[in-house]
């Protein structure tokens, strides 16, 4: 959603996808975007960026952008399904993910207990992947035409902070939703 009008303010609700907010503090209007990974996917900031050229003519480079908490790289683990549509939108997809092994002190122990028919040998342990959804949006952002100094990404992970933000993955769907708002103020 995007505006130019004083004293309406838009909101998101978000438990895990990001809240970005974008500001045009020259031509004062604002945008809020939700952006899970379907939305990032669908390059929902880059076009909230044009909706905001086209309506208001805000230039991306007087515009400033704030992401706001949720899920980070180091708890959102997602599938291989997800890393393949990323590849096919972004050229810069494989800087999105990390793979992490998992171990297991009995099966490095004793890796013989494990030992399979399948070549090479051994079954081998499965491979978690994690998406830096964050990185993912700030990159769309830049390309958009936003200036990095102008991007702020310091929020906490809402999966880490469950005392102090709603994570839908920790807590299990039971939680509440956190809202980002921006308005313009009326003078």
């Given at each position: 959603m995007v505006t130019d009008t004083p004293g309406l303010v838009l909101g998101v609700q978000?438990?895990?996808?990001?809240p970005i907010i974008l500001a045009d503090r020259k031509r004062r209007a604002v945008g809020v975007f939700h952006a899970g990974w379907r939305g990032t996917l669908k390059r929902i900031v880059e076009k909230g960026v044009g909706e905001m050229r086209k309506h208001f003519r805000s230039d991306p480079r007087d515009l400033v952008a704030s992401i706001g908490p949720?899920?980070?790289e180091c708890c959102y683990e997602v599938g291989e399904e997800v890393r393949t549509k990323f590849e096919a939108q972004f050229?810069?997809?494989g800087s999105l993910f990390r793979q992490v092994k998992e171990s297991d002190p009995v099966r490095e122990k004793y890796p013989l207990l494990f030992l399979t028919a399948r070549a090479p040998g051994h079954s081998s342990l499965p491979?978690?992947?994690f998406l830096d959804l964050v990185e993912a949006n700030r990159r769309q952002l830049l390309d958009a035409g936003v200036r990095?100094?102008?991007?702020?990404?310091?929020?906490?992970c809402t999966a880490c902070h469950t005392d102090l933000l709603f994570?839908?993955?920790a807590e299990k769907g039971v939680t509440g939703r956190l809202i980002a708002a921006a308005g313009i103020k009326v003078e």
């Open positions: 978000t438990a895990d996808c990001l949720g899920v980070q050229a810069y997809a491979v978690k992947l990095a100094r102008c991007i702020e990404t310091a929020a906490p994570s839908f993955r």
